[in-house]
């Protein structure tokens, strides 16, 4: 009875786990997915390139250029601008330009009535008229010594008084010039028909261009120095930068500059460096460099807020690819090499330094090799269908 008893008590946990191992079973394994091996190669038929809109390039070493970043404001090119002011005290009387209006060199902005004028007027005219009286006595007295009617000295004292009148004559004219009247309006103020004097005096451009700013008004009255207006040519600018002091060293006159905008973000401007300073401001440590912008549609503004990437030389020779060509995947950024009409490898790179909108390629990519340089987007997105198509 006692051997029964211990054969039973041994033997029911091994019935119980023979019932419940073929109750239940054993899990069954999951059959492993072979990995694959090698480089991950994209076929595309011809209406996926087509829709995807594909460019590409062949690699090739060249100089590094990188960036030195920097911000700064658009400003008139101040060979290209002008301020206008009245030469004269006097009132405005006519306005013949208004802001915006394109004007060409000596173009009238408006008339002056003044006073000074008319007196530089009468002043002139007085002078022209004693020079052609005292031309005709020293005509005269030239021919009556020839004829030994006068004596020498006679005729001496008609010929200084000749050059007295001349000398005033010409002061009286140089100070109409002065005034901003041209030769030919002097030569019509003396012209045989015409002795009147006139006190109205014309403000004239003294360059072509766009009026930027308008202080005059009919009815003004406005003392000598006074600006009334400013013209500016618009179709080039300056970008004054402010550098940071470490970068100095890196810049120089001549270099290229991009500069990008608020207005139009998606544009690249470019200019060239035109002047790097000598001072290092206290409160900022910045120092302060000069673009000149081409400007031919007059899109850009004086006092636009800039971004700038100056490009300064590495002595270098990389591959390089713009940046949109890279696409990050598990592992780290690829590009896409073509392989064949419609073929496209996905290859991991090891990048390197970026410039502007173009990243160094250290290593994973050879000269001669063509990658994707637009549309890579599309081909990622294949190749993440191909990876989980493998899981």
Same mark, same amino acid.
């Given at each position: 009875?006692?051997?029964?008893?211990?054969?039973?008590?041994?033997?029911?946990?091994?019935?119980?786990?023979?019932?419940?191992?073929?109750?239940?079973?054993?899990?069954?394994?999951?059959?492993?997915?072979?990995?694959?091996?090698?480089?991950?190669?994209?076929?595309?038929?011809?209406?996926?390139?087509?829709?995807?809109?594909?460019?590409?390039?062949?690699?090739?070493?060249a100089?590094?250029s990188?960036?030195?970043?920097?911000?700064?404001?658009?400003?008139?090119?101040?060979?290209?601008?002008?301020?206008?002011?009245?030469?004269?005290p006097?009132?405005v009387?006519?306005?013949?330009?208004?802001?915006?209006?394109?004007?060409?060199?000596?173009?009238?902005?408006?008339?002056?009535?003044?006073?000074?004028?008319?007196?530089?007027?009468?002043?002139?005219?007085?002078?022209?008229s004693?020079?052609?009286?005292?031309?005709?006595?020293?005509?005269?007295?030239?021919?009556?010594?020839d004829?030994?009617?006068?004596?020498?000295?006679?005729?001496?004292?008609?010929?200084?008084a000749?050059?007295?009148?001349?000398?005033?004559?010409?002061?009286?004219?140089?100070?109409?010039?002065?005034l901003?009247?041209?030769?030919?309006?002097?030569?019509?103020?003396?012209?045989?028909?015409?002795?009147?004097?006139?006190?109205?005096?014309?403000?004239?451009?003294?360059?072509?261009?766009?009026?930027?700013?308008?202080?005059?008004?009919?009815?003004?009255?406005?003392? !000598? #120095? *006074? +600006?009334?207006?400013?013209?500016?040519? &618009?179709?080039?600018?300056?970008?004054? /930068?402010?550098?940071?002091?470490? @970068?100095?060293?890196?810049?120089?006159k001549?270099?290229?500059?991009?500069?990008?905008?608020?207005?139009?973000?998606?544009?690249?401007?470019?200019?060239?460096?035109?002047?790097?300073?000598?001072?290092?401001?206290?409160?900022?440590?910045?120092?302060?460099?000069?673009?000149?912008?081409?400007?031919?549609?007059?899109?850009?503004?004086?006092?636009?807020?800039?971004?700038?990437?100056?490009?300064?030389s590495?002595?270098?020779?990389?591959?390089?690819?713009?940046?949109?060509?890279?696409?990050?995947?598990?592992?780290?950024?690829?590009?896409?090499?073509?392989?064949?009409?419609?073929?496209?490898?996905a290859?991991?790179?090891?990048?390197?330094?970026?410039?502007?909108?173009?990243v160094?390629?250290?290593?994973?990519?050879? !000269? #001669? *090799? +063509?990658?994707?340089?637009?549309?890579? &987007?599309?081909?990622?997105?294949?190749? /993440?269908?191909?990876?989980?198509? @493998?899981?």
């Open positions: 009875m006692l051997t029964k008893r211990v054969l039973s008590f041994v033997s029911l946990p091994s019935l119980l786990c023979l019932v419940l191992a073929g109750c239940c079973g054993q899990p069954e394994k999951k059959a492993e997915q072979p990995k694959r091996e090698g480089p991950l190669v994209l076929s595309l038929n011809a209406e996926a390139l087509a829709a995807g809109g594909l460019a590409t390039q062949k690699m090739e070493e100089p590094w990188l960036a030195v970043s920097a911000t700064g404001n658009l400003d008139y090119d101040a060979n290209r601008m002008s301020p206008v002011s009245a030469r004269v006097g009132r009387t006519e306005i013949r330009a208004d802001l915006g209006q394109s004007l060409a060199k000596g173009q009238v902005l408006c008339l002056i009535d003044s006073p000074e004028v008319g007196e530089a007027q009468a002043t002139f005219l007085k002078a022209f004693e020079m052609n009286l005292k031309q005709k006595s020293y005509d005269r007295a030239r021919m009556l010594l004829a030994q009617a006068i004596s020498q000295g006679e005729f001496l004292e008609r010929q200084a000749f050059e007295a009148t001349k000398s005033e004559f010409a002061m009286a004219e140089n100070r109409l010039h002065l901003g009247f041209g030769q030919d309006e002097v030569e019509h103020l003396r012209g045989a028909g015409d002795r009147e004097v006139r006190a109205l005096f014309p403000i004239r451009s003294p360059i072509s261009g766009r009026v930027v700013e308008r202080k005059a008004s009919p009815g003004l009255v406005v003392g !000598a #120095g *006074e +600006e009334l207006f400013k013209v500016a040519d &618009l179709s080039s600018l300056w970008l004054n /930068l402010h550098l940071p002091e470490k @970068e100095v060293v890196r810049v120089r001549g270099q290229r500059v991009s500069i990008v905008v608020a207005a139009y973000p998606k544009e690249r401007f470019e200019g060239v460096l035109d002047y790097v300073g000598n001072i290092v401001e206290l409160d900022s440590r910045m120092v302060l460099a000069r673009v000149i912008l081409p400007n031919p549609d007059w899109r850009l503004m004086p006092g636009m807020f800039a971004e700038a990437a100056v490009e300064v590495s002595g270098r020779r990389v591959l390089s690819v713009p940046e949109a060509a890279l696409q990050p995947m598990e592992g780290g950024p690829v590009v896409f090499v073509r392989k064949g009409a419609s073929a496209f490898e290859r991991p790179v090891k990048t390197g330094e970026k410039s502007g909108e173009r160094e390629i250290v290593a994973g990519l050879s !000269a #001669g *090799e +063509e990658i994707v340089t637009r549309g890579s &987007l599309t081909l990622k997105a294949e190749a /993440l269908k191909a990876s989980f198509g @493998e899981e």
